[in-house]
């Protein structure tokens, strides 16, 4: 890697860094792109050089999350190639998904609280719901038998995970990731005694 490649990505992530830590304390729409600069002790130049305002800034580091996310989803539901091993695998799947969340927590917290951008929770949901219905349209098996609408089936699955996760982070991570998938396991197996 050249040396100007890597200075770009240090520069890079010490504006992305500093933004977060002015997030932390202010609300995203009363940020400056002058409050990042001074923060980063960097040139309004520097910065524009890198991104086009605070929302191409947020953009990307949402964009970079979702990224992630979807590959940690991706690499598990690979793993998956029937019914039966699908399943047998919801528990992994949720372990490393919980697991992916703890790590991002600092973000995530960010993101959610009141000083996030608004509309967070629809694009991190939208986002998730992309990435379950990518996976599940490479299983025919798997949705050959599903008997409700896609969109339908979509929804539950996704609101009520992101439910898990949001009520996770507001207790402050109160249970661990194992603990959590536990949770989450004897959620499904109970609505699928009913």
Same mark, same amino acid.
């Given at each position: ?35 990042? @600069?001074?923060?980063? #002790? ?15 800034l947020?953009?990307?580091? #949402? ?9 940690h ?31 991002? %927590?600092?973000? %995530? ?18 986002? =998730? ?10 299983? #025919?098996?798997? @949705?050959?038998?599903l @008997?409700?609408?896609?969109?339908? =089936? ?24 194992? $603990?959590? @998938?536990?949770?989450?396991? $004897? ?8």
């Amino acid at each position: 890697m050249s040396i100007y490649i890597e200075k770009n990505k240090r520069t890079k992530q010490l504006i992305q860094k500093s933004f977060m830590q002015i997030l932390e304390k202010k609300s995203f729409e009363s940020i400056t792109v002058g409050d990042i @600069t001074k923060y980063a #002790e960097i040139n309004r130049g520097t910065f524009y050089l890198h991104y086009i305002d605070k929302f191409d800034l947020i953009d990307h580091i #949402e964009q970079q999350l979702f990224a992630d996310l979807g590959n940690h989803i991706d690499k598990l539901q690979s793993r998956y190639t029937s019914i039966q091993s699908f399943e047998k695998g919801q528990e992994q799947i949720a372990s490393t998904l919980f697991s992916f969340i703890e790590m991002q %927590l600092p973000t %995530l917290k960010i993101f959610f609280s009141e000083h996030g951008r608004s509309g967070f929770h629809l694009r991190f949901r939208a986002a =998730f719901t992309e990435k379950v219905r990518a996976n599940l349209g490479k299983n #025919e098996s798997y @949705t050959a038998n599903l @008997t409700v609408p896609m969109e339908y =089936f979509l929804s539950f699955i996704t609101s009520a995970f992101l439910g898990l996760i949001e009520q996770w982070i507001q207790n402050g991570l109160d249970k661990t990731p194992q $603990e959590m @998938t536990i949770i989450y396991i $004897e959620i499904i197996s109970f609505i699928q005694k009913k």
